[in-house]
């Protein structure tokens, strides 16, 4: 099948799971205006759907000699596990933890339990949910490589800018960077359209929860 089709419905799929917003009116972290965005959180919250697009990136890789599948974040890890599952050589699932070092940078650490898994050279097979800056997916690179593995490959839902690319072979199941306008030339605000601030505004404080707890 065309591959322009194949990922219109791979963006079909992802629209019905709420996580892709199209004819609205976003103002991105940048400023700019957009008509289209992905809310991350949102693509992995129906286990069907994950299920189905993690077998097409594993479908992709079936042939490659994948012996650990290696993510990092919730919806990255949810995806992981359902690409592991649909492998025909049944990977091993393992994820490494996002953390600020003593200076602020982010960087990605394995948990110390999963370092047995690199021993005699692992192939790994690293799975992201959306890519954008693509720095999370060289942390991981960076990662396989210091414990002696190697990279067969990337498997991504979305990679939301083009020229973000890797040393190695990335599939994503939609490749879309959609246009963004200044507030001046942007045809949602000619048309009056209001914003929608429920995604990207800053998020309301909300009073924690208590929980009753019985005197011990
Ligand atoms: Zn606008």
Redesign the pocket.
């Known amino acids: 099948m065309d591959s322009e089709i194949l990922e219109r419905i791979n963006r079909g799929i992802i629209l019905r799971t709420g996580a892709y917003l199209t004819n609205d ?1 976003f ?1 991105l972290p940048t400023g700019r ?1 957009a008509q289209e965005f992905v809310e991350k959180a949102l693509a992995t919250t129906e286990p069907a759907f994950t299920e189905g697009l993690g077998d097409v990136i594993a479908k992709h890789f079936a042939e490659e000699p994948v012996d650990l599948i290696l993510t990092t974040g919730y919806g990255a890890s949810l995806l992981g596990h359902c690409v592991a599952r649909a492998h025909p050589l049944r990977p091993r699932f393992i994820y490494a933890n996002k953390q600020r070092d003593g200076s602020g940078v982010s960087q990605v650490v394995l948990p110390r339990e999963f370092r047995q898994y690199f021993v005699g050279n692992p192939k790994v097979l690293i799975v992201e949910d959306i890519v954008t800056t693509g720095e999370t997916v060289k942390g991981l690179i960076k990662l396989v490589k210091a414990l002696g593995g190697t990279v067969v490959g990337i498997g991504t839902l979305w990679r939301r800018i083009r020229k973000v690319s890797f040393k190695f072979p990335l599939f994503t199941l939609v490749d879309r960077e959609f246009p963004t ?1 200044t ?1 001046k030339n ?4 000619r048309r009056g ?1 209001p ?1 929608n601030r429920e995604f990207l505004s800053a998020p309301v404080p909300q009073k924690p929860c208590r929980v009753k707890t019985r005197a011990s």
């Open positions: 009116h103002v205006h306008y507030p942007c045809p949602m605000c359209m914003i």
